[in-house]
């Protein structure tokens, strides 16, 4: 039996001890700290950024992206294993006891030429599919990779504000859906630590310096369509004696949309579209087949099932009223929703309110996908949130009638540089701080 003397004598200890890590953080000294850092670090974190921006790499060939992030991060003390999930890495920096955090940057750029003009723009071709194609980063993953390099820079210039572990981890062939999984696959959760809290930030066409966040549903659902309608090929001018897939397939893309005005609930999210339709050769034949393929989008489960079922239903009707045979109807599973974890968002939502103010903002869900989910789904609660790249005024001026903003994938997106990393690694080192405190307090 231990003695009263010696209890109170622990608890002393206890609070004692206890003291720095159940401190509130002090977050307008720590965001001054970070941004002192971030700005003798930026003209290192530019170079990096225009090199990559420069000179981007398609899904699953980031072979020299990878190979500047793994530098980089050596040079900051990282031990880095190189070739998970193909090109991915995973940079480890551990810091005596506590939980591990992890922070995921995409690697990956798109098969698109670049058309912004910037002196550092993409002249890059590569072999995608067989066939050579412009590459250009145009969906920001090279601003993701900046802040990235600049926020694990910043955390162990901090290192005496944390215990635990940092697990930086770069993941390729995002824009394909496929790299979050390749590098499940390959071990990332059994190989090195599994993370007790995950983050990931994502660019957009909103101003710089503002913060974009949600509990609950962050992204979208997605799966892939594809509808091969078979027909009886013959003369254009004898449709009499065939069956037209063509037709099949056009009054399909415009039927199909009936599910979402009248079968949806018009409260929820989905979206159907058809973005590829191949048929025939040549204006006075009839083909024989028509193949359309599309993309389907939605929030929640339910309402995913429903459209399914809809769409099914539509191609098979489509085919019943032209005599043709039933058509091939394929739904490939695609990426799930990213859903945030309330505990973790409501950590960091406390520090980076305070350090944002009405920057930091709750927006709703965006309707794109991302691959993020699978380590959602694999078991690390997470928080996944967007940043601004555009100029305030230049926003301000497209929403009075200006120039539009050009968004994500299209050839004209263009961060201004250094705002944009600096709100990425100014809130991703508190957001991960934020995670080492909470789980300092055991909440
Ligand atoms: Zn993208
Ligand atoms: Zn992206």
């Known amino acids: 039996m231990r003695s009263a003397k010696t209890l109170l004598a622990s608890a002393a200890l206890c609070s004692v001890l206890a ?9 307008a000294k720590l965001k001054q700290t970070i941004e002192t850092s971030f700005e003798s670090e930026y ?14 790499e398609i899904a699953f060939q980031e072979v ?14 990282f031990e880095v294993t190189e070739k998970v999930g193909k090109t991915g890495l995973v940079a480890i920096y551990k810091n005596g006891d506590g939980p591990t955090i992890m922070v995921r940057t995409e690697l990956d750029a798109l098969p698109m030429e670049e058309k912004t003009g910037l002196p550092y723009a993409s002249h890059d071709k590569a072999i995608w599919h067989g066939r ?33 572990t940092l697990m930086f981890i770069a993941q390729p062939a995002e824009e394909e859906v496929a790299g979050a999984k390749a ?50 090929g013959g003369h254009g001018a004898m449709p009499q004696a ?16 009936s599910i979402i005005s009248r079968e949806k609930d018009p409260t ?81 939502e406390k520090v980076l309110k305070a350090a944002f103010g009405d920057k930091f903002r709750v927006t709703p869900p965006g309707t794109p996908s991302e691959d993020y989910s699978e380590y959602i789904n694999a078991g690390v609660p997470s928080m996944f949130f967007n940043i601004g790249v555009y100029d305030p005024e230049r926003v301000a001026a497209a929403r009075n009638s200006g120039p539009p903003l050009p968004g994500n994938h299209s050839p004209q997106f263009a961060p201004v540089p250094q705002p944009t990393i600096q709100t990425g690694v100014t809130a991703m080192t508190l957001a991960v701080l934020s995670a080492f405190d909470q789980r300092a307090k055991g909440q």
């Open 132 to 164: 050579e194609t412009f590459v250009a980063h145009s969906c920001g993953h090279d601003i993701h990779m900046a802040s990235w390099v600049g926020t694990a820079k910043t955390l162990v210039g901090l290192k005496d504000h944390w215990q635990g």
């Open 183 to 232: 590098m499940i696959e390959d071990g990332l959760f059994t190989r090195f630590p599994k993370p007790d809290v995950g983050f990931a930030l994502h660019d957009g066409a909103f101003p710089y310096g503002y913060i974009a966040y949600r509990v609950g549903v962050g992204s979208s659902n997605a799966d892939g369509l594809y509808i091969k309608f078979k027909g009886r």
């Open 64 to 77: 020299k992206t990878s190979a500047k992030l793994a530098a980089e991060m050596r040079a900051i003390g």
């Open 19 to 27: 003291v720095p890590a159940h401190a509130e953080l002090d977050v």
């Open 268 to 348: 929820e999210f989905g979206v159907v579209s058809i973005g590829a339709l191949h048929a025939g050769t040549a204006g006075n034949i009839i083909p024989d087949e028509a193949i359309l393929l599309g993309t389907i989008r939605t929030f929640k489960p339910e309402v995913r099932a429903k459209m399914h079922d809809g769409i099914e239903r539509t191609a098979r009707a489509v085919a019943a009223m032209a005599n043709a045979p039933a058509p091939d109807v394929r739904i490939t599973e695609g990426t799930k929703a990213v859903v945030n974890d309330p505990a973790v968002v409501g950590a960091a």
């Open 242 to 257: 065939t069956i037209d897939p063509v037709m099949m397939a056009s009054r399909f893309v415009v039927d199909v949309q």
């Open 43 to 56: 003209p290192k974190l530019d170079a990096l950024y225009k090199d990559i921006h420069a000179h981007p």
